[in-house]
């Protein structure tokens, strides 16, 4: 049974530790507190106590003697067992580590909970909200934390959410003892930053004036309903200038960034229609990776033949610059993110799905270079020096690698469509990073996954702070600033490897070296998922100051 209010109902002493007992003192201010029906207990001017019971005290200074032993009991056990809650966990601390706050007291919680259909109309609101962070590719514990709050600025406590990568789970027990119950499930994703940055805006707008259910419903309906900031055109422009930088940072020629403007935009038309077509990403990832190698391989044999200016290490830069926009940076952060959350089941899903379309990258580029390597073979030309094995990561100089990754991040965000507001500061970041990953490689001399490591914390502290200054999500700064550190040419190089060592171009190539330098690649993206969800943990005490700040100044002005 279920008490109205008092919560669940323990279990019994002998099937439970006393250790395990929950601490009253983590439900104040939001669960009642009970006062006790006996008289007072008279004070001890001698300062004694314990356990020893006098007989002139009657039955109740027995019970509070008995009372107060028990709670030392309980302090010893805590001390050595540890004190682990066995009721659901308040409303206040689950919105302790986030930028949200109560937007009203405890004590007016009970002012809606009485009517059902408020309650069950909050929690629709609640979950639609919910449903759209989760397809614009919001992280698990972001999507609990904004239901939370706004269930709380609806008068709701009590909440249980469950989250996993396809369904949203909610429920709510009233002052009466009833139940609701919601379950709403999450078809198809779609990268679009901009919805997400509207309902971060929103849900602080929620917290700060107070939950009105048509306004807020009609608020979450032009969310969805919006136009994108940017026409397709001007996205599959973007995506062809991202890719381009790539290649320039890499030290390619100006024909061969031209060439891969060209090639990662007929990749991105050519993944686009086969999505409309209704083909999974593994598909569509695999496709472009086809497509992007082997167009950089027609530009190679022009170049081969002198019609074109191109040098032996542009095929492998064409090839990075066109496979970096197929990368899954974002689904990796995500992931990486609900796991150290701990939201292991959403991100085991989410990691899944990386490491196939990852795979999927991997067939089509290994596909497309099998082919070639035959076609070379059979017409008996040279396909590709090994050459191509001593290319670093960036053979531009550090000037030339931070002004293309000030122009990747300026149009990295425009293909996911970020706000205006933020290109610049997107762009500068972005520039930052690979100047840190450069002077981490190249002065310090440390290795290319702890350089990266560390480019990636410096992303998230200055993306968290630039995103809570501007009152967006850290994710829509966090994710197009780190495009730059992709290991793009790692990966071509490990399939170079596994490729190139059977045929009769071998040499000392083996299966073995290219799948540790593949292993690299994918230590790579972990270090960039990981270093900047460290950057962004590490800035939440500020950013929950300054929203909070922000928070309390909107209040004041309201009066």
């Known amino acids: 049974m279920r008490d109205p209010e008092t919560g669940p109902e323990t279990e019994p002493v002998g099937l439970q530790d006393v250790g395990d007992r929950p601490d009253p003192a983590a439900d104040r201010g939001i669960y009642p507190v009970v006062e006790p029906t006996g008289p007072s207990e008279p004070a001890d001017p001698a300062g004694g106590g314990g356990a020893e019971v006098r007989r002139d005290e009657g039955p109740v200074a027995a019970a509070a003697d008995t009372a107060r032993e028990q709670q030392r009991e309980d302090g010893r056990s805590r001390l050595w067992h540890g004190d682990t809650p066995t009721q659901p966990m308040p409303i206040v601390d689950r919105l302790r580590h986030t930028p949200y706050r109560m937007s009203r007291s405890p004590k007016e919680l009970t002012a809606s909970e009485s009517e059902v259909q408020a309650a069950g109309e909050a929690i629709d609101i609640a979950l639609r909200l919910g449903e759209l962070m989760l397809r614009c590719g919001a992280a698990a514990s972001k999507v609990e934390a904004s239901i939370v709050a706004v269930g709380a600025a609806a008068g709701l406590r009590r909440l249980d959410v469950d989250i996993t990568l396809q369904s949203l789970l909610m429920q709510c027990v009233l002052s009466d003892g009833q139940t609701i119950t919601r379950l709403r499930v999450v078809q198809g994703s779609r990268q679009d ?48 200038v991202f890719a381009g930088a790539v290649t320039f940072m890499l030290g390619a020629g100006f024909v061969a960034v031209l060439i891969t403007i060209g090639s990662a935009m007929v990749v991105h038309r050519s993944t686009r229609v086969l999505g409309n077509h209704g083909f999974p990403e593994f598909y569509q990832v695999a496709a472009g990776g086809f497509i992007a190698t082997s167009l950089a391989w027609l530009a190679y044999v022009a170049g081969i033949r002198d019609w074109l200016p191109l040098s032996v290490a542009d095929f492998a830069y064409m090839v990075a610059g066109g496979i970096v926009v197929l990368l899954p940076g974002r689904a990796m952060a995500s992931a990486v993110e609900d796991v150290i959350s701990g939201y292991q089941v959403t991100g085991a899903g989410r990691m899944l799905a990386v490491l196939l379309n990852t795979s999927g990258l991997i067939i089509g580029v290994a596909g497309s270079l099998s082919l070639t390597l035959a076609v070379a073979n059979a017409l008996e030309s040279d396909f590709v020096s090994p050459e191509v094995l001593d290319l670093r990561t960036f053979g531009a100089p550090l000037s030339s690698a931070v002004i293309g990754a000030f122009v990747l991040g300026l149009f990295a965000s425009v293909t996911v469509l970020s706000r205006r507001l933020l290109l610049v500061p997107i762009a500068l970041l972005s520039a930052g990073a690979v100047l840190v990953y450069r002077t981490m490689s190249d002065v310090v001399g440390m290795g290319q996954s702890s350089s990266v490591g560390v480019g990636a914390v410096f992303v998230g502290v200055l993306g968290a702070l630039i995103a809570t200054r501007a009152g967006a999500p850290a994710l829509t700064v966090i994710i197009p600033s780190s495009f730059g550190l992709l290991p793009g040419l790692t990966i071509f190089r490990g399939l170079y490897e596994m490729v190139v060592s059977s045929g009769p171009f071998a040499g000392t190539l083996s299966v073995q070296s290219g799948i540790t330098t593949l292993l690299g690649a994918m230590a790579t993206l972990l270090a960039i998922a990981t270093g900047t969800t460290l950057g962004d943990i590490m800035m939440n005490p500020v950013g929950r100051r300054l929203s909070r700040a922000r928070w309390d100044h909107r209040r004041r002005r309201q009066g």
């Open 193 to 240: 930053f901009a919805r997400l940055d509207g309902i971060h805006r929103l849900v602080e707008e929620i917290v700060a004036d107070g939950f009105d259910a048509p306004v807020v419903r009609d608020r979450l309906r032009r969310i969805q309903i919006h136009r994108r900031n940017y026409p397709d055109w001007m996205v599959l422009i973007s995506t062809g």
